[in-house]
C-alpha cells in the first residue's frame, strides 16, 4: 500500500491511496475459492465449480464487497501506523479500478485534536450546603397549603364555575356511534384544570347540580387513541353534584393527613427531606455548569467542524424553528464540551462499568412510575439507546471525577440565594412560572 499525503492542514487529512494489483488479486481469488466451495450449479457437485464459472456468476456482488473490505483495513492500518484517530467517518472516492490493476482511492477526513492537559486545581467552584432555618418551613407550608385543593359541599345553590369540582356522567358518541371509553359514571373535574381535551370543561360552567347538557368537542389532531383524532364528539353530561373550593386552607393537622402525612410534624419532616433532595440535585446541576463553562474557556484547541455539522443537523430536527446562529453557538459547545469530557475521562481511565449502566437504567426507569419494568426491557432492546445511555453515564462519572479533584468552595445558603446564580436562570424561570400557574387555579 503507498499514501501520498494530498492535504494536511490543521484537522483536515486527505490522501491518495495505492493498493498493488496483487492484493487486490489475492483476495477476490480467495473469495471466488471460498464461494466455490459451496456453490451449486447445474452440472457441477457442490466444490467442483470451475472459478471462471464463478467469476461470471457471482463478480457483480463479490467486487464491491472486497473492494470495501480492502478499503476499510487499508485506513485502519494507516490511522492505526500514524497514530491518529478520525473524527467522523472518512469520506471514500474511488479514482480507478479495474479487475487485473491496482485500486486506487481518495480517503478524506478530519482527525481528532490533541488535547493539552490542564491543571483542575485552578478552577474553583462554589459547593452550596443548604441552610434550612424555621421560616423556610413555614414559607413552604404557606405554598402548600395555596396550592392545595379541598372541596366542601355548596352553603348554597348555585350554578358551575370555573374552579369548582364537578362530580358527573357521560357518555359520548362520534358519528352518532360510541366508541371505546365513551361513558363515564361519578366522574370529577376541576373546572378549568384541562384534564379534559380543549373546549370540555368550558361548557360545564354555568350548569346546575341534576342539570343534563349536550356538548360539542373535537377530539385533538396528536389525540393518543388516533382512531378518534381530528373527529367531532357529542357528549351527553349529567352534573351530579358541585362543590366548592376552600379558599384559605388552614396549615393543621388536617392539610397534614389530606397529604398523606401523619400529623403536622411529619408533613414538616416530609418537606425538610423535600427541600434537601431538591436542593443538593439543583445545586449539582449548578456545579455541573460552572466547571463545565469553566472547562470550554480554559481548553484552546481546534474544533472539527465536520463534527460540528453533523450536530447542527441533529439539533435542527429537534428544534427546527431555532436560528441558524443559536444552533451553531449549541453544537460548537456541545462538540467542543464532549471533547473535553472524553479526553479527560481516556487520561484519567474512567469506566462505565455494567454496575454503572445498570444504576443508569435503573435511573431513568424511576422517572416513570408503574412502566419501570417497560423501560428497562427498552433498553435491554435497543443497543443503540443502550450506548447513548453509556455516554450519559460517562459523563456523568467524569463530572463527579471533576468535581473531586477541582477546587471547591463551601458555602452555607438557601433556596432564593441558590437561584439567584446564573447557572439556574433557567430552571428558575420554569419554577416561577409553574408557581404563578398554580395561584392561578
Given at each position: 500500500m503507498k499514501i501520498d499525503e494530498l492535504n494536511s492542514k490543521g484537522l483536515d487529512r486527505e490522501w491518495k491511496v495505492t493498493i498493488p494489483a496483487s492484493l487486490v488479486n489475492e483476495k477476490l481469488s480467495a473469495k471466488y475459492i471460498e464461494i466455490s466451495n459451496t456453490a451449486k450449479l447445474p452440472g457441477f457437485r457442490p466444490g467442483k465449480v470451475p472459478i471462471n464459472l464463478v467469476k461470471q456468476k457471482y463478480s457483480q456482488s463479490v467486487m464491491p464487497n472486497v473492494l470495501d473490505e480492502i478499503i476499510n483495513t487499508s485506513i485502519r492500518k494507516a490511522v492505526k501506523d500514524k497514530n491518529i484517530?478520525?473524527?467522523?467517518?472518512?469520506k471514500i472516492d474511488v479514482k480507478k479500478f479495474e479487475e487485473g490493476s491496482e485500486l486506487i482511492f481518495n480517503v478524506s477526513f478530519q482527525?481528532?485534536?490533541?488535547?493539552?492537559?490542564?491543571?483542575?486545581?485552578?478552577?474553583s467552584f462554589e459547593k452550596s450546603e443548604l441552610d434550612i432555618k424555621d421560616d423556610d418551613i413555614e414559607k413552604a407550608l404557606i405554598e402548600v397549603a395555596e396550592k392545595h385543593e379541598?372541596?366542601?359541599?355548596?352553603?348554597?345553590k348555585r350554578k358551575s364555575k370555573k374552579g369548582d369540582l364537578i362530580l358527573f356522567d357521560f357518555e359520548g358518541k362520534v358519528?352518532?356511534?360510541?366508541?371505546?371509553?365513551?361513558?363515564?359514571?361519578?366522574?370529577?373535574?376541576?373546572?378549568?384544570?384541562?384534564?379534559?381535551?380543549?373546549?370540555?370543561?368550558?361548557?360545564?360552567?354555568?350548569?346546575?347540580?341534576?342539570?343534563?347538557?349536550?356538548?360539542?368537542?373535537?377530539?385533538?389532531?396528536?389525540?393518543?387513541?388516533?382512531?378518534?383524532?381530528?373527529?367531532?364528539?357529542?357528549?351527553?353530561?349529567?352534573?351530579?353534584?358541585?362543590?366548592d373550593r376552600v379558599k384559605n386552607v388552614k396549615i393543621d393537622n388536617q392539610l397534614a393527613t389530606e397529604m398523606g402525612e401523619k400529623d403536622l410534624e411529619s408533613l414538616k419532616k416530609k418537606i425538610s427531606e423535600k427541600m434537601q433532595f431538591d436542593f443538593e440535585k439543583f445545586s449539582a446541576l449548578k456545579i455541573r455548569r460552572e466547571i463545565t463553562e469553566k472547562l470550554i474557556k480554559l481548553y484552546k484547541f481546534d474544533i472539527p467542524s465536520k463534527m460540528v455539522d453533523d450536530e447542527k443537523k441533529f439539533l435542527k430536527s429537534q428544534s427546527p424553528k431555532e436560528s441558524d446562529s443559536e444552533i451553531n453557538k449549541q453544537?460548537?459547545?456541545?462538540?467542543?464540551?464532549?471533547?473535553?469530557?472524553?479526553?479527560?475521562?481516556k487520561k484519567n481511565t474512567i469506566e462505565v462499568t455494567d454496575q454503572d449502566l445498570t444504576k443508569a437504567v435503573v435511573a431513568e426507569a424511576q422517572k416513570y412510575p408503574g412502566e419501570e419494568k417497560k423501560i428497562v426491557d427498552f433498553y435491554q432492546k435497543n443497543p443503540q439507546m443502550m450506548d447513548n445511555l453509556r455516554g450519559i453515564a460517562f459523563e456523568e462519572k467524569v463530572m463527579s471525577f471533576l468535581s473531586n479533584v477541582c477546587k471547591a468552595k463551601n458555602k452555607k445558603t438557601n433556596f432564593d440565594e441558590l437561584f439567584k446564580s446564573e447557572q439556574l436562570k433557567p430552571e428558575k424561570q420554569i419554577i416561577s412560572n409553574n408557581s404563578n400557574k398554580g395561584k392561578e387555579k
Amino acid at each position: 500500500m503507498k499514501i501520498d499525503e494530498l492535504n494536511s492542514k490543521g484537522l483536515d487529512r486527505e490522501w491518495k491511496v495505492t493498493i498493488p494489483a496483487s492484493l487486490v488479486n489475492e483476495k477476490l481469488s480467495a473469495k471466488y475459492i471460498e464461494i466455490s466451495n459451496t456453490a451449486k450449479l447445474p452440472g457441477f457437485r457442490p466444490g467442483k465449480v470451475p472459478i471462471n464459472l464463478v467469476k461470471q456468476k457471482y463478480s457483480q456482488s463479490v467486487m464491491p464487497n472486497v473492494l470495501d473490505e480492502i478499503i476499510n483495513t487499508s485506513i485502519r492500518k494507516a490511522v492505526k501506523d500514524k497514530n491518529i484517530q478520525p473524527s467522523v467517518q472518512p469520506k471514500i472516492d474511488v479514482k480507478k479500478f479495474e479487475e487485473g490493476s491496482e485500486l486506487i482511492f481518495n480517503v478524506s477526513f478530519q482527525i481528532m485534536p490533541e488535547i493539552a492537559d490542564i491543571n483542575f486545581k485552578e478552577i474553583s467552584f462554589e459547593k452550596s450546603e443548604l441552610d434550612i432555618k424555621d421560616d423556610d418551613i413555614e414559607k413552604a407550608l404557606i405554598e402548600v397549603a395555596e396550592k392545595h385543593e379541598r372541596f366542601l359541599p355548596l352553603e348554597k345553590k348555585r350554578k358551575s364555575k370555573k374552579g369548582d369540582l364537578i362530580l358527573f356522567d357521560f357518555e359520548g358518541k362520534v358519528s352518532g356511534k360510541k366508541f371505546p371509553g365513551n361513558k363515564g359514571k361519578d366522574e370529577t373535574v376541576v373546572l378549568g384544570s384541562n384534564k379534559y381535551i380543549p373546549g370540555y370543561e368550558d361548557q360545564m360552567i354555568n350548569l346546575e347540580i341534576g342539570e343534563s347538557k349536550v356538548i360539542k368537542v373535537t377530539f385533538p389532531d396528536d389525540y393518543r387513541a388516533k382512531e378518534l383524532a381530528g373527529k367531532e364528539a357529542e357528549f351527553s353530561l349529567k352534573i351530579k353534584d358541585i362543590q366548592d373550593r376552600v379558599k384559605n386552607v388552614k396549615i393543621d393537622n388536617q392539610l397534614a393527613t389530606e397529604m398523606g402525612e401523619k400529623d403536622l410534624e411529619s408533613l414538616k419532616k416530609k418537606i425538610s427531606e423535600k427541600m434537601q433532595f431538591d436542593f443538593e440535585k439543583f445545586s449539582a446541576l449548578k456545579i455541573r455548569r460552572e466547571i463545565t463553562e469553566k472547562l470550554i474557556k480554559l481548553y484552546k484547541f481546534d474544533i472539527p467542524s465536520k463534527m460540528v455539522d453533523d450536530e447542527k443537523k441533529f439539533l435542527k430536527s429537534q428544534s427546527p424553528k431555532e436560528s441558524d446562529s443559536e444552533i451553531n453557538k449549541q453544537a460548537t459547545r456541545r462538540v467542543k464540551l464532549g471533547l473535553i469530557l472524553n479526553s479527560i475521562g481516556k487520561k484519567n481511565t474512567i469506566e462505565v462499568t455494567d454496575q454503572d449502566l445498570t444504576k443508569a437504567v435503573v435511573a431513568e426507569a424511576q422517572k416513570y412510575p408503574g412502566e419501570e419494568k417497560k423501560i428497562v426491557d427498552f433498553y435491554q432492546k435497543n443497543p443503540q439507546m443502550m450506548d447513548n445511555l453509556r455516554g450519559i453515564a460517562f459523563e456523568e462519572k467524569v463530572m463527579s471525577f471533576l468535581s473531586n479533584v477541582c477546587k471547591a468552595k463551601n458555602k452555607k445558603t438557601n433556596f432564593d440565594e441558590l437561584f439567584k446564580s446564573e447557572q439556574l436562570k433557567p430552571e428558575k424561570q420554569i419554577i416561577s412560572n409553574n408557581s404563578n400557574k398554580g395561584k392561578e387555579k
